[in-house]
């Protein structure tokens, strides 16, 4: 079996607990207007073809920096797209004692995931928004099996940080934000909750593909709105 692998990063520090050895794959079902890595949807792009052993054996090599908390991310596009690739690559790391974190948008659910979840030790959840319909406008894709996908790991007691961008003009809402935060707080899997501030660093990216950036005009949000998206999320808790 062969995973097409979009890049790798070696000492990752965002993408999870301790440094991490993370693994980006090509393929992504959704379209998120403020992505940043559109080069990554295409799950036929780049043709970095490797074997689940293949990458462990280099990931191994920087076991040593893990530390306690450290380990193999792997993340993408969206990763369960090449769920038979992700299962194998985590019974190897669980086998030799790595820390494994899979970050996903959680659309794909099914059995294979289940059985992933059994060899994952934390799940990095992106919810874009938690109203339906800004979720299909801003993704593409529906709402349901995302949180669907949040009630299973509530199910299985598995650790969960929340990740959520806020666009301006888009989820730079405070009720919205109040209704996110209001939601969550019904998961004590929930560990962790990351406000992620939208930025631009992706356009680049859309130019030379030749593609039309979504959002174009809509700047950075700013560390002032950012922090009272904090203050929010700090008073529903």
């Known amino acids: 079996m062969l995973g097409n692998v979009h890049s790798y990063e070696s ?9 991490r050895y993370v693994v980006f794959l090509q393929g992504c079902p959704l379209r ?5 890595n559109p080069d990554t949807w295409d799950i036929k792009g780049k043709n970095k073809l490797v074997s689940p052993r293949e990458v462990f054996k280099e990931l191994v090599k920087y076991k040593s920096f893990f530390g306690k908390e450290g ?18 690559l985590f019974k190897i790391c669980k086998e030799n004692n790595i820390h494994t974190t899979l970050d996903t948008s959680g659309y794909i659910f099914n059995d294979k995931i289940k059985e992933i979840l059994k060899y994952t030790d934390l ?6 928004s938690i109203d339906e319909k800004i979720y299909k406008e801003l993704t593409g894709v529906e709402l349901k099996k995302t949180l669907d996908f949040l009630n299973y790991l509530k ?6 940080w929340i990740r959520h961008v806020i666009v301006p003009g888009i989820t730079d809402d405070d009720e919205l934000l109040r209704r996110l935060a209001k939601y969550l707080e019904n998961f004590e899997n929930i560990k ?16 030379e593909l030749k593609m039309s950036y979504p959002l174009l005009g809509t700047k950075p949000l700013s560390e002032e709105r950012l922090l009272a998206a904090k203050k929010i999320f700090n008073q529903v808790k």
């Open 155 to 160: 199910e299985i007691k598995k650790d969960v």
């Open 11 to 19: 000492f990752g520090t965002v993408d999870g607990p301790g440094i």
């Open 71 to 88: 380990g193999l991310t792997v993340s993408g596009g969206e990763p369960l797209l090449q769920s038979d690739f992700v299962l194998e």
């Open 192 to 207: 962790k909750i990351e406000l992620l501030p939208y930025h631009t660093l992706g356009v680049f990216k859309y130019e």
């Open 123 to 128: 799940i990095l959840l992106d919810i874009k």
């Open 32 to 36: 998120c207007k403020f992505c940043h």
